[in-house]
């Protein structure tokens, strides 16, 4: 009875150090699996997520074990293909959001470059006391044009 | 005039899953008549057990699955099953092995991996399986052919149905008087005896080429698969593999050590070769799906079938042949993709060079 | 099953479907009468919409230009005849299965009158290729197989490559539609004269003509007029009844036994292949100097009393011409354009027939009763997808929404020829899936592409904001430096300057 308990129990002691070798040894580089998940978010670049930006999500998803429901722009679609690549268990999306573009009223616009500075993919074109518009087919939804103008001409339309 | 909107195609399959499995059960009636002719009524028992209890499965589970039992009994595949796993039993076999079987087939190999198109095994195979090393005593009552030179007792047709219920023989027989080895059994303990072949053969059960009985079942359940070869309801990649997969080791060894190798005539018509080259093996869902992934997969079928027959312990080894090649179909089915036209041919998997 | 050869190259899979076509060949083509009324989309083509140039209430002549080519893919339009613009409006249409779409209404004056011949070219060989492709461009001339490709952008295309053989494709694979064969029965000689034009065009001196071997009607008239022609360029060439032969990709493979690449066009392997009905239609306009006005269309199916093939007018409406096929039988359930495979159903018959109407299927069909079941992975769409494709796994991929495998797999070199969709004993509608899974691909690639350009443009940005800050701290360092070398006296110009631009600035 003692042979079979001794052998069964290093069987399961050396397969043990050699699972936890190759996870040591035999991972894919962190790096490699931060751009990967970049990859897979919209860049938006919209901060809904509490991050400055989808490459700095990315990090925290990988590095810190941050949820990945977290990102609105990427909808559910992106949490699958982020739960099946980190063999995380899927969550609901904390906050569902409907794909829509800002819109400048012209009639309202000051002017003030509030707006093109704060656009993370300078989608906004406009000059100092100049008519500023937004480029459509640039512009990724984030919001982040909104709050700063002072005259709040912006408004977000969704897209069709 | 004002129409309604469809899209094309706009003309509909004149096949459907249900016509398949009927063509099928009706290739294997020349083989259940010729195992009742040989083997007596006892086929006909175990057919319809093992029906009553696949249906009841299949019904139970659909329902239990929230789908309508009704569409998933009309494709008949349940039935198949059903008369597959009564092909592969002895003719004197009780009821409550032959359920479990059916059973443990229709509800556990089919539905529990998610029912008709997405089982993994065979299910015949998966259930008789099962029953065989849950019940080794149980399965081994073969009764032997009519042949009038034998020592032997045949039962009535209501003696074998008694037996199939209560497991009871009509009193003073003996199990050992209504049930035969069969050729496989003798000739498997003949060699493990070290008795050479040919002493082997002399036996009166061996027959002329295949065992007596089995080959000429073998032969109508040939009759049968070359109708559904005609019929395009299989293709022949899957029974030739097999075939020549048993048939390729069979012939070296014979020819390397004639005395202790049976030919490879009898292993081809020697047990449930036929059945399993052109019925077992076929099962479309458990089977591999690209023209050369189905002949590597009956190739597989057939080698292994020779290694368990030679050198393990079973007399037969189709039902493991067929269950071990199923868990290579997703390998099989992954390096055996065509090349698609107009894609790179040197890329190996069918990759897209765009 | 593989098809069998004529001394060149196989077809992989395929399926031999009841022809159908006897029904609609019996007669010679009936010239369809005038219409009262023509309505003529200014989309009958890949590309841009065609743009009016006509006003309401103008009076048009046959062959007249009424809307113009725009953007670098298209074609103009022309009047079919003579009459009165009464309106530019939305109206049904086959391309969008009966729903509406901006169309050209003309009332026909019933004279037919033609404006003024102006520059037919009967002798196409003393003129330039590249003059002739521009004045095939203002005829108006598309792709009559049913794809309307505007057929001088495809030649000019094709002149960029290493073109050695052009095919004509008389194969008309799909069932019931036997216009084609019509055409090669009474025009043969257009269709050679065509031919004659487009391997000019192309500068190439080898042309071959695929038909079917059930044609052997068309192959006796083709074949008699190359015999009194005499050119040896041209030659026919018979392949097997299997559909889909006559698919542009499977007849380059067929006759030429070469593989047109993923993504790719026959002319990266050589070929050019124009239907026949597109050469008769070049002779028409290049010698004739009529544009493409007119155009031979069956009328078949178990829905209208007596099948045929007629010539009529582009704009007449489906309404105008059944009446020439019998009228409709109380069997008439489906309205089709095109074939039983491929076909568009309509919902309406008051749409016109365009230059893509090769074929009016007024079928008897129902859906089937049979319902939808797992698929079995019988393996049989495999074995008759002409691509080599594995609907199997392309079906599992499309329900998982996994674009990568559908890529793998290759669901975009899917033709959506139906073939997969008739073997299937589950009754899966495959084709109507991939059809979906494509356009979810295209969203999907999309998507993507908006989501590089999106991160391109952010890190374009930090860099921006990166530079411009660490050139602001070089300057700022730079006047430090230089307002220590210079001493207070340096800092109080600086002060003064600043003071000034401030001043300048307000």
Same mark, same amino acid.
């Given at each position: 009875?003692?042979?079979?308990?001794?052998?069964?129990?290093?069987?399961?002691?050396?397969?043990?150090? @050699?699972?936890?070798?190759?996870?040591?040894?035999?991972?894919?580089?962190? @790096?490699?699996?931060?751009?990967?998940?970049?990859?897979?978010?919209? #860049?938006?670049?919209?901060? #809904?997520?509490?991050?400055?930006?989808?490459?700095?999500?990315?990090?925290?998803?990988?590095?810190?074990?941050?949820?990945?429901?977290?990102?609105?722009?990427?909808?559910?679609?992106?949490? #699958?293909?982020?739960?099946?690549?980190?063999?995380?268990?899927?969550?609901?999306?904390?906050?569902?959001?409907?794909?829509?573009?800002?819109?400048?009223?012209?009639?309202?616009?000051?002017?003030?470059?509030?707006?093109?500075?704060?656009?993370?993919?300078?989608?906004?074109?406009?000059?100092? #006391?100049?008519?500023?518009?937004?480029?459509?087919?640039?512009?990724?939804?984030?919001?982040?044009?909104?709050?700063?103008?002072?005259?709040?001409?912006?408004?977000?339309?969704?897209?069709? | 005039?004002?129409?309604?909107?469809?899209?094309?195609?706009?003309?509909?399959?004149?096949?459907?899953?249900?016509?398949?499995?009927?063509?099928?059960?009706?290739?294997?009636?020349?083989?259940?008549?010729?195992?009742?002719?040989?083997?007596?009524?006892?086929?006909?028992?175990?057919?319809?057990?093992?029906?009553?209890?696949?249906?009841?499965?299949?019904?139970?589970?659909?329902?239990?699955?929230?789908?309508?039992?009704?569409?998933?009994?009309?494709?008949?595949?349940?039935?198949?099953?059903?008369?597959?796993?009564? *092909?592969?039993?002895?003719?004197?076999?009780?009821?409550?092995?032959?359920?479990?079987?059916?059973?443990?087939?229709?509800?556990?190999?089919?539905?529990?991996?998610?029912?008709?198109?997405?089982?993994?095994?065979?299910?015949?195979?998966?259930?008789?399986?099962?029953?065989?090393?849950?019940?080794?005593?149980?399965?081994?009552?073969?009764?032997?052919?009519?042949?009038?030179?034998?020592?032997?007792?045949?039962?009535?047709?209501?003696?074998?149905?008694?037996?199939?219920?209560?497991?009871?023989?009509?009193?003073?027989?003996?199990?050992?008087?209504?049930?035969?080895?069969?050729?496989?059994?003798?000739?498997?303990?003949?060699?493990?005896?070290?008795?050479?072949?040919?002493?082997?053969?002399?036996?009166?059960?061996?027959?002329?080429?295949?065992?007596?009985?089995?080959?000429?079942?073998?032969?109508?359940?040939?009759?049968?698969?070359?109708?559904?070869?005609?019929?395009?309801?299989?293709?022949?990649?899957?029974?030739?593999?097999?075939?020549?997969?048993?048939?390729?080791?069979?012939?070296?060894?014979?020819?390397?050590?004639?005395?202790?190798?049976?030919?490879?005539? *009898?292993?081809? *018509?020697?047990?449930?070769?036929?059945?399993?080259?052109?019925?077992?093996?076929?099962?479309?869902?458990?089977?591999?799906?690209?023209?050369?992934?189905?002949?590597?997969?009956?190739?597989?079928?057939?080698?292994?079938?020779?290694?368990?027959?030679?050198?393990?312990?079973?007399?037969?080894?189709?039902? *493991?042949?067929?269950?071990?090649?199923?868990?290579?179909?997703?390998?099989?089915?992954?390096?055996?993709?065509?090349?698609?036209?107009?894609?790179?041919?040197?890329?190996?998997?069918?990759?897209?060079?765009? | 099953?593989?098809?069998?050869?004529?001394?060149?190259?196989?077809?992989?899979?395929?399926?031999?479907?009841?022809?159908?076509?006897?029904?609609?060949?019996?007669?010679?083509?009936?010239?369809?009468?005038?219409?009262?009324?023509?309505?003529?989309?200014?989309?009958?083509?890949?590309?841009?919409?065609?743009?009016?140039?006509?006003?309401?209430?103008?009076?048009?002549?046959?062959?007249?230009?009424?809307?113009?080519?725009?953007?670098?893919?298209?074609?103009?339009?022309?009047? /079919?005849?003579?009459?009165?613009?009464?309106?530019?409006?939305?109206?049904?249409?086959?391309?969008?299965?009966?729903?509406?779409?901006?169309?050209?209404?003309?009332?026909?004056?019933?004279?037919?009158?033609?404006?003024?011949?102006?520059?037919?070219?009967?002798?196409?060989?003393?003129?330039?290729?590249?003059?002739?492709?521009?004045?095939?461009?203002?005829?108006?001339?598309?792709?009559?197989?049913?794809?309307?490709?505007?057929?001088?952008?495809?030649?000019?295309?094709?002149?960029?490559?290493?073109?050695?053989?052009?095919?004509?494709?008389?194969?008309?694979?799909?069932?019931?539609?036997?216009?084609?064969?019509?055409?090669?029965?009474?025009?043969?000689?257009?269709?050679?004269?065509?031919?004659?034009?487009?391997?000019?065009?192309?500068?190439?001196?080898?042309?071959?003509?695929?038909?079917?071997?059930?044609?052997?009607?068309?192959?006796?008239?083709?074949?008699?007029?190359?015999?009194?022609?005499?050119? /040896?360029?041209?030659?026919?060439?018979?392949?097997?009844?299997?559909?889909?032969?006559?698919?542009?990709?499977?007849?380059?493979?067929?006759?030429?036994?070469?593989?047109?690449? /993923?993504?790719?066009?026959?002319?990266?392997?050589?070929?050019?292949?124009?239907?026949?009905?597109?050469?008769?239609?070049?002779?028409?306009?290049?010698?004739?100097?009529?544009?493409?006005?007119?155009?031979?269309?069956?009328?078949?199916?178990?829905?209208?009393?007596?099948?045929?093939?007629?010539?009529?007018?582009?704009?007449?409406?489906?309404?105008?011409?059944?009446?020439?096929?019998?009228?409709?039988?109380?069997?008439?359930?489906?309205?089709?354009?095109?074939?039983?495979?491929?076909?568009?159903?309509?919902?309406?018959?008051?749409?016109?027939?365009?230059?893509?109407?090769?074929?009016?299927?007024?079928?008897?069909?129902?859906?089937?009763?049979?319902?939808?079941?797992?698929?079995?992975?019988?393996?049989?769409?495999? /074995?008759?997808?002409?691509?080599?494709?594995?609907?199997?796994?392309?079906?599992?991929?499309?329900?998982?929404?996994?674009?990568?495998?559908? &890529?793998?797999?290759?669901?975009?070199?899917?033709?959506?020829?139906?073939?997969?969709?008739?073997?299937?004993?589950?009754?899966?509608?495959?084709?109507?899936?991939? &059809?979906?899974?494509?356009?979810?691909?295209?969203?999907?690639?999309?998507?993507?592409? &908006?989501?590089?350009?999106?991160?391109?443009?952010?890190?374009?940005?930090?860099?921006?904001?990166?530079?411009?800050?660490?050139?602001?701290?070089?300057?700022?360092?730079?006047?430090?430096?230089?307002?220590?070398?210079?001493?207070?006296?340096?800092?109080?110009?600086?002060?003064?300057?600043?003071?000034?631009?401030?001043?300048?600035?307000?």
């Amino acid at each position: 009875m003692w042979t079979a308990i001794l052998t069964i129990a290093s069987i399961a002691l050396i397969a043990g150090l @050699g699972l936890s070798l190759a996870s040591r040894h035999l991972s894919s580089k962190e @790096g490699d699996l931060v751009e990967q998940v970049n990859d897979m978010l919209p #860049q938006t670049q919209c901060a #809904q997520c509490g991050y400055p930006g989808c490459r700095p999500y990315a990090t925290a998803v990988v590095e810190d074990g941050v949820a990945i429901n977290l990102c609105p722009p990427g909808g559910d679609e992106t949490i #699958q293909r982020l739960a099946t690549l980190l063999g995380r268990d899927s969550l609901p999306l904390s906050e569902i959001m409907v794909p829509s573009v800002a819109v400048i009223d012209e009639s309202l616009c000051i002017g003030c470059t509030h707006c093109r500075n704060a656009c993370p993919v300078d989608a906004i074109v406009g000059a100092h #006391q100049l008519m500023h518009t937004i480029i459509e087919s640039e512009c990724t939804g984030c919001e982040l044009c909104v709050t700063p103008c002072p005259v709040d001409c912006i408004s977000m339309k969704p897209l069709t | 005039m004002e129409f309604e909107h469809r899209e094309a195609p706009f003309l509909s399959p004149q096949v459907s899953v249900s016509s398949l499995m009927l063509q099928v059960l009706a290739a294997l009636i020349p083989a259940a008549m010729a195992h009742v002719w040989y083997f007596g009524p006892g086929f006909i028992l175990n057919l319809l057990v093992a029906a009553v209890f696949a249906a009841t499965g299949e019904a139970l589970m659909l329902s239990l699955r929230s789908r309508k039992p009704a569409s998933g009994l009309t494709d008949y595949s349940a039935l198949v099953t059903a008369a597959l796993l009564a *092909f592969a039993l002895p003719s004197l076999t009780p009821w409550w092995v032959t359920a479990t079987g059916a059973l443990f087939a229709v509800v556990v190999a089919k539905h529990l991996y998610g029912g008709l198109g997405f089982n993994m095994f065979n299910p015949a195979m998966a259930g008789y399986v099962v029953i065989l090393v849950a019940f080794p005593m149980h399965l081994n009552l073969w009764v032997a052919p009519s042949m009038g030179d034998l020592d032997y007792q045949h039962l009535s047709i209501l003696e074998t149905l008694t037996f199939t219920l209560t497991g009871s023989l009509p009193d003073g027989v003996l199990f050992d008087a209504v049930s035969r080895a069969t050729p496989l059994d003798v000739m498997k303990s003949g060699l493990n005896n070290a008795r050479t072949v040919a002493e082997i053969r002399a036996a009166p059960i061996m027959g002329s080429f295949g065992g007596r009985g089995w080959e000429w079942i073998g032969n109508f359940t040939a009759i049968g698969g070359f109708w559904l070869l005609a019929k395009k309801v299989i293709r022949w990649h899957i029974p030739v593999g097999v075939g020549l997969g048993l048939l390729f080791p069979a012939t070296i060894m014979y020819m390397i050590e004639p005395g202790s190798a049976a030919s490879p005539g *009898f292993h081809l *018509f020697g047990g449930a070769t036929i059945l399993c080259a052109f019925f077992i093996a076929t099962d479309p869902v458990s089977a591999a799906t690209s023209p050369k992934g189905r002949l590597i997969y009956g190739l597989g079928i057939g080698f292994l079938i020779y290694c368990i027959r030679r050198w393990g312990s079973y007399a037969d080894g189709v039902a *493991f042949a067929v269950l071990l090649m199923n868990i290579a179909v997703p390998t099989i089915d992954y390096l055996t993709r065509p090349h698609i036209i107009g894609h790179n041919k040197n890329s190996g998997s069918g990759e897209s060079d765009v | 099953m593989s098809a069998p050869t004529y001394d060149l190259g196989t077809l992989h899979g395929g399926l031999r479907l009841p022809a159908n076509k006897s029904v609609s060949t019996r007669q010679p083509i009936i010239n369809a009468p005038l219409p009262s009324q023509l309505v003529l989309p200014i989309t009958q083509h890949v590309g841009d919409p065609a743009q009016p140039i006509i006003g309401i209430g103008e009076r048009v002549l046959k062959g007249q230009l009424i809307a113009e080519m725009t953007g670098s893919l298209g074609a103009p339009v022309h009047a /079919s005849s003579s009459g009165k613009v009464i309106a530019i409006e939305p109206r049904p249409v086959s391309r969008r299965n009966g729903d509406n779409a901006p169309c050209i209404i003309i009332e026909c004056d019933g004279k037919d009158e033609a404006i003024q011949a102006a520059d037919a070219m009967p002798n196409f060989t003393e003129i330039s290729p590249s003059s002739l492709l521009r004045a095939i461009l203002q005829g108006g001339i598309v792709g009559l197989g049913g794809a309307v490709f505007p057929t001088a952008q495809k030649l000019m295309q094709a002149r960029t490559c290493d073109i050695d053989q052009l095919l004509l494709n008389g194969v008309e694979c799909e069932s019931y539609i036997s216009c084609d064969d019509m055409l090669m029965r009474e025009r043969a000689g257009q269709v050679i004269s065509g031919a004659q034009i487009l391997m000019h065009a192309l500068e190439i001196d080898k042309c071959l003509i695929a038909i079917e071997s059930d044609k052997p009607e068309a192959i006796r008239a083709l074949g008699g007029v190359l015999g009194e022609m005499d050119d /040896s360029r041209i030659t026919l060439k018979q392949v097997p009844t299997i559909y889909p032969s006559g698919g542009e990709d499977q007849l380059v493979q067929l006759v030429t036994n070469r593989e047109v690449p /993923s993504g790719g066009l026959p002319s990266d392997v050589g070929c050019l292949v124009q239907n026949v009905g597109t050469a008769a239609a070049i002779h028409d306009w290049i010698i004739d100097n009529q544009p493409l006005i007119a155009r031979i269309t069956t009328i078949t199916g178990d829905g209208v009393a007596n099948p045929i093939n007629v010539r009529a007018r582009i704009g007449t409406t489906i309404e105008d011409v059944i009446t020439l096929a019998g009228g409709y039988t109380d069997r008439a359930r489906q309205l089709i354009i095109g074939g039983p495979m491929t076909g568009k159903s309509v919902t309406t018959d008051r749409v016109p027939l365009v230059k893509s109407t090769n074929c009016i299927l007024v079928s008897s069909e129902t859906p089937s009763a049979e319902p939808e079941m797992p698929c079995i992975r019988c393996g049989d769409c495999a /074995s008759v997808c002409p691509v080599q494709l594995l609907p199997q796994q392309l079906f599992w991929y499309a329900c998982a929404d996994n674009e990568i495998k559908l &890529r793998e797999f290759g669901l975009i070199d899917c033709i959506e020829c139906g073939c997969c969709d008739l073997v299937c004993p589950s009754h899966i509608p495959l084709t109507v899936n991939f &059809r979906v899974a494509k356009g979810r691909i295209r969203e999907l690639a999309d998507e993507k592409a &908006r989501a590089v350009r999106a991160r391109q443009r952010f890190e374009a940005r930090n860099d921006r904001l990166e530079r411009e800050k660490s050139e602001r701290e070089c300057e700022l360092r730079n006047q430090k430096d230089l307002a220590k070398k210079a001493g207070p006296s340096a800092i109080a110009e600086i002060l003064k300057r600043k003071q000034q631009k401030n001043e300048d600035d307000s």
